[in-house]
């Protein structure tokens, strides 16, 4: 008997391919899936399961992104720059809220007044005296969602201010005396004119006449661009403050128009006393202006670099 015996599957030994069958090369695969299509390799198949994860992660950070994105809009607001809407027109034409015309909507800059207190020739965004008889009627809301769309349109600059905003321009400063007017109908401060290109529509010279006032310190005189229709200092002289507002209770300098698109710019601060002439320095004369302009971003940069770290570490 022939110990000879005919071979078959068992005799294949694992890892070895029969004889003259071609052996798979690294990375070759030689599976082929039901329709004869070859698989994907491992590195591009997907992973149903870990999408889903990603997915479920993203909606369970989105609360939190949103409350950080809450947060950080209120303190770019509270303390940064505040987008306000202009519906009055007793800033024309500096700044357009005549009735039937697209109102201008300015950003209000605070860090310049964290360094010193606002000059003659600032725009000014501030929360008017009590005794201040609002340009502007504005319906309050009647529940907390509208309150907060409120919010966020008065945020944003595309809803009216509250009725105690009032945007003026400063004139005259704490210790100074103001008066109207000159031989030639100007305002005068501490007896020197005024240089107000910028005034439009002026009330009748007949109809100017105030003052003098000295102006208390810790206080402002501001007037409005558009003489014979701004309800100013001088239309308030009567009241507890002669007119004047107080420095506190300025929210900051208006110092860009962003809306309509064809009025885009910055809002300037000339020099209506000629205090730069003469060499006479204004209470902000002496501050960093690059430091004023950088704070915004230095601080911003600080405020977001935890969060980004946080984000990175958890991926």
């Not at 595309?158 to 321009?169: C, G, I, L, M």
Request: contains cysteine; neutral net charge.
């Amino acid at each position: 008997m022939s110990s000879h015996r005919p071979g078959g599957p068992a005799d294949v030994v694992s890892g070895d391919p029969p004889e003259g069958r071609h052996r798979p090369a690294a990375g070759e695969h030689a599976e082929a899936t039901g329709s004869g299509a070859p698989a994907r390799p491992w590195w591009r198949r997907r992973h149903p399961a870990h999408g889903e994860e990603r997915k479920g992660s993203l909606l369970r950070e989105l609360p939190v992104l949103l409350l950080i994105a809450f947060v950080l809009a209120l303190v770019v607001k509270t303390f940064f720059v505040q987008a306000f809407f202009i519906p009055s027109g007793s800033m024309e034409q500096t700044l357009h809220g005549c009735p039937g015309c697209t109102g201008d909507r300015v950003l209000v800059n605070k860090v310049p007044y964290w360094f010193h207190d606002p000059e003659p020739g600032d725009i000014v965004v501030f929360k008017g005296p009590d005794t201040w008889t609002p340009e502007v009627t504005v319906k309050e809301p009647s529940n907390w969602l509208s309150g907060a769309l409120l919010w966020l349109g008065r945020t944003v600059g595309v809803a009216p201010p509250s009725e105690d905003d009032f945007v003026k321009r400063v004139i005259a400063v704490g210790g100074q005396t103001v008066q109207c007017c000159d031989a030639q109908g100007r305002v005068t401060v501490d007896g020197k004119p005024l240089d107000e290109p910028y005034i439009f529509e002026n009330t009748p010279i007949e109809q100017r006449a105030f003052g003098p006032v000295t102006v208390p310190e810790g206080r402002l005189w501001v007037m409005g661009d558009h003489r014979s229709a701004s309800a100013d200092s001088k239309a308030h002289l009567g009241d507890k403050y002669s007119g004047t507002v107080g420095v506190d209770d300025v929210i900051g300098k208006a110092a860009l128009i962003v809306w309509p698109l064809n009025r885009f710019g910055l809002l300037d601060s000339p020099d209506i006393q000629g205090a730069d002439a003469a060499g006479i320095g204004g209470a902000g004369s002496g501050s960093p202006p690059v430091v004023a302009a950088a704070a915004p971003w230095a601080l911003g940069l600080a405020g977001t670099a935890p969060i980004a770290a946080w984000r990175r570490r958890r991926r």
